[in-house]
């Protein structure tokens, strides 16, 4: 069935280091792929999407391009905040138009 | 701002008694569902809802019942607590066809002893 997998965590970072969460996927066709961000506390929030392959996404200095070669959706940024610590969630939209979540990555920045 | 507002963010209860959790969107949407959220698992759906009265087992419906009699609110029902739903529980919401962005509340904190 559609599936995703992402890297374990915990990750801990310091400010300003570039953050990379593998995202990985199995799927019938191309769905739709999206990481979705949980800050301490609250509700998951959408992060950024893609619909088709070679799409990039991005949002708040996170990017993620959709590979098809690869099959994968990997979350990136270039330099990162203390405000950024939180848990990550990659997701794919499945054939009964419901998401699949991975895991989760916890990810903490140190000042 | 759109919002999902869930009724309790923190419950304790005893094996055996009946949990209610309720879940409000002020969005008009169509679809509400009910995950559960624990660590190294992510999010599992446990039941989702198309339309008032409507529903359909997600893929750890087992334990669990669902109403939605308006169309802004959906409950999530266990019939009888067990230790093993201690958990964290998500409710979201979304229009029908949409881009399959999900709202989500802040989620309820379930202890079940």
């Known amino acids: 069935g559609n599936s995703v997998t992402q890297m374990e965590g915990p990750v801990t970072l310091s400010e300003e280091a570039f953050l990379t969460i593998n995202c990985t996927y199995t799927?019938?066709?191309?769905?739709?792929l999206f990481w979705y961000v949980q800050y301490p506390g609250e509700g998951l929030q959408l992060l950024l999407k893609?619909?088709?392959?070679?799409d990039k996404g991005s949002n708040k200095g996170f990017e993620a391009t959709y590979r098809k070669e690869t099959t994968s959706f990997h979350l990136e940024k270039g330099s990162v905040q203390v405000s950024d610590s939180a848990v990550y969630f990659c997701?794919?939209?499945?054939?009964?138009?419901?998401?699949?979540f991975g895991a989760g990555t916890t990810v903490t920045v140190r000042a | 701002d759109v919002k999902v507002t869930q009724s309790s963010r923190y419950l304790v209860k005893r094996t055996g008694e009946k949990v209610f959790l309720e879940c409000v969107q002020d969005?008009?949407?169509?679809?509400m569902f009910w995950y559960r959220q624990d660590p190294g698992l992510g999010l599992r759906l446990i039941y989702f809802?198309?339309?008032?009265?409507m529903k359909e087992k997600g893929d750890i419906p087992e334990g669990y019942s669902v109403s939605r009699e308006k169309k802004e609110r959906f409950s999530l029902i266990l019939e009888s607590a067990s230790t093993n739903q201690t958990s964290m529980y998500l409710c979201?919401?979304?229009?029908?066809w949409g881009t399959g962005e999900l709202f989500f509340g802040e989620g309820s904190r379930l202890t079940v002893l």
């Open positions: 979201a919401s979304s229009d029908r």
């Open positions: 799927a019938t066709g191309y769905p739709s």
């Open positions: 893609a619909t088709k392959a070679d």
């Open positions: 997701a794919l939209r499945r054939n009964d138009y419901k998401l699949s």
């Open positions: 969005m008009d949407h169509e679809n």
């Open positions: 809802s198309y339309d008032v009265k």
